[in-house]
């Protein structure tokens, strides 16, 4: 295992501050680099374990914040300001691009080698990303089949794999066909995952809190899903090249 180094770094966006985790492999090099983003209730352990496991394959990961260091256990308190978020596709581009040029000044980051993971809103940042034209190796989203303003996913030169639970109210089949049409009309290398059972935010461990109607951990497929992630990053972030 790589012995691995982690620190918070604290930086402005979406007029807060936020305060992100790092997380760096050893030695002095540079290396492929990982953007994290978590899902509509903000930062947490989750994801910064999720950052650190990737950290320890080798990569540089940083597990961006939303929320300005705030992890909401309200789920009205959270669609207050995720819902607005959500809506706004230039916000979101402002927070991922803040997020990213902290990965970026970091001296052990190769910037020609990033990719980005998202869950729920971070996945969706993600898409974002990838729809203003942001130079990455791949896009992953857990949760995230958003789509954006028409025509702009033209502008995602990268592969793009997403998974979702086949029961999620929230990211329904409606929603699963309109992301399916747009990025096919994009010309963009894709795959969608179906994880058959599960609910929204499957992937995330219990956590004792209230959540939301239709969300609800699948560890099976939890950790299918992550698997999955890892093989996408074997395939267009590898380690070495």
Known sequence: MITV????????????????HLALPAGA????????????????????????????????AFAFDIHGGRWFTDPEEMMARVTPLLAD???????????????RAEPRTDPDRIAVIGYGTGGAIGLELGRDGVDLRAIGTVNALTTG????????????????????????????????????????????????GALHAFHHPPVNQAVRPGVGHHPLHARRAWSDVVGLLDECLPLTE
């Open 149 to 196: 303003r028409p025509g702009e996913a033209a502008r995602i030169r990268c592969p793009v794999w997403a998974g979702v639970g086949s029961e999620d109210p929230i990211m329904p089949p409606a929603q699963r066909d309109a992301f399916v049409a747009e990025i096919l009309a994009a010309d963009v290398d894709w795959r969608l995952v179906v994880y058959g």
């Open 5 to 20: 180094t982690t620190r918070s770094v604290a930086y402005p966006a979406d007029g807060l501050r936020m305060v992100g």
């Open 29 to 60: 090099d540079r290396r492929p680099a990982v953007l994290v983003g978590p899902e509509g209730t903000g930062l947490n352990d989750f994801q910064r374990s999720r950052a650190d496991a990737l950290a320890e394959m080798g990569y540089v």
């Open 89 to 103: 596709p230039d916000r979101m581009r402002s927070i991922g691009h803040a997020a990213l040029d902290v990965l």
